[in-house]
């Protein structure tokens, strides 16, 4: 590694709820800058959760993001000439990161409304226990547990 490691920024929180969480959220939605418009998209996300589930939207978030992240995950790792897939535990920030990158790709994979509706959707699904995202979560899951043979070249 060249040179020395990137500082950690200090995100602000969000404007309407003050959590730094959300504000998170919005900018894994972001694109092009366009921050107002990922506020739009995350708020409206959360109305349509109050109004369709009659539930607290934050409680929800929460639930979903819980439910979401991820406890292992595999990284491949080569060793004399065989590539393995070696399950490692998930730290810190990076469940976060995970949660965050499976719901957004969740919420686009749904057709037909806006993103919005969409992204409350998958929430309200993934605070089931249900949805693509926590799919995917499932899937991360027992290919670490398949692999768990390998955990030793960690």
């Given at each position: ?32 800058g366009k ?98 995202a926590m ?20």
């Amino acid at each position: 590694m060249r040179g020395k490691k990137a500082p950690k920024r200090k995100i602000e929180a969000d404007p309407k709820f003050q959590r730094v969480d959300i504000a998170k959220l919005i900018n894994k939605i972001m694109e092009r800058g366009k921050k107002t418009i990922a506020q739009k998209v995350v708020y409206g996300a959360f109305e349509y959760i109050s109004s369709k589930a009659k539930e607290d939207p934050i409680e929800t978030f929460d639930a979903a993001i819980r439910n979401i992240s991820p406890n292992l995950e595999v990284k491949g790792k080569r060793i004399g000439g065989a590539n393995y897939q070696v399950p490692i535990v998930v730290i810190g920030d990076r469940k976060m990161t995970l949660a965050y990158r499976w719901l957004i790709e969740a919420a686009k994979a749904r057709k037909g409304a806006a993103m919005s509706v969409r992204l409350g959707e998958e929430l309200l699904a993934a605070a089931k226990g249900e949805g693509s995202a926590m799919k995917k979560r499932e899937d991360v899951q027992r290919m670490a547990e398949s692999n768990r043979a390998f955990a030793h070249f960690a």
